[in-house]
C-alpha cells in the first residue's frame, strides 16, 4: 500500500502564497508521476498541476504564471509553490500519485489520492 499525506493548507489574504507539500510512503514501488488537484464546495475535481517523475510539468490555465509544481524523486515528494492567491483558488487540495505496484506475473499501474488540505483565500 502508498499512502499520500498533505500539509502546508491554510487561511491566507489575497495576494499571499502558501506551499503545498505531499510526502509518498509505503510498501516498495515506483513513482511515475504526482499531481495535485483541487475541489471547491459545489463543484467537480480539477487539474491544477502534474510533474513526472522526468520533471515535465504541465499546468492549468488559471493557475499558470503563479503556481509552481516540484518533485524531489529521491525523497517521494511533490510541492505546490502558490503565489499570488486570490479567493478563487479556495478549496480543497488533492495530492495524487501514479505508482507501478509489483505483482506475481505483472506489474500493476494505481492511482492514490491524499485526504486533502484546505486552503482559503479571503478578499
Known amino acids: 500500500q502508498v499512502q499520500l499525506v498533505e500539509s502546508g493548507g491554510d487561511l491566507v489574504q489575497a495576494g499571499g502564497s502558501l506551499r503545498l507539500s505531499c510526502v509518498a510512503s509505503?510498501?516498495?514501488?515506483?513513482?511515475?508521476?504526482m499531481g495535485w488537484y483541487r475541489q471547491a464546495p459545489g463543484k467537480q475535481r480539477e487539474l491544477v498541476a502534474t510533474?513526472?517523475?522526468?520533471?515535465?510539468?504541465n499546468y492549468a490555465d488559471p493557475v499558470k504564471g503563479r503556481f509552481t509544481i516540484s518533485g524531489d524523486n529521491a525523497k517521494n515528494t511533490v510541492a505546490l509553490q502558490m503565489n499570488s492567491l486570490k479567493p478563487e483558488d479556495t478549496a480543497v487540495y488533492f495530492c495524487?500519485?501514479?505508482?507501478?505496484?509489483?505483482?506475481?506475473?505483472?506489474?500493476?499501474?494505481?492511482?492514490?489520492w491524499g485526504k486533502g488540505t484546505p486552503v482559503t483565500v479571503s478578499s
Open positions: 495524487n500519485a501514479d505508482v507501478t505496484i509489483p505483482g506475481y506475473v505483472s506489474n500493476r499501474r494505481v492511482i492514490y
Open positions: 509505503g510498501s516498495i514501488f515506483t513513482i511515475n508521476g
Open positions: 510533474i513526472s517523475s522526468g520533471g515535465n510539468t
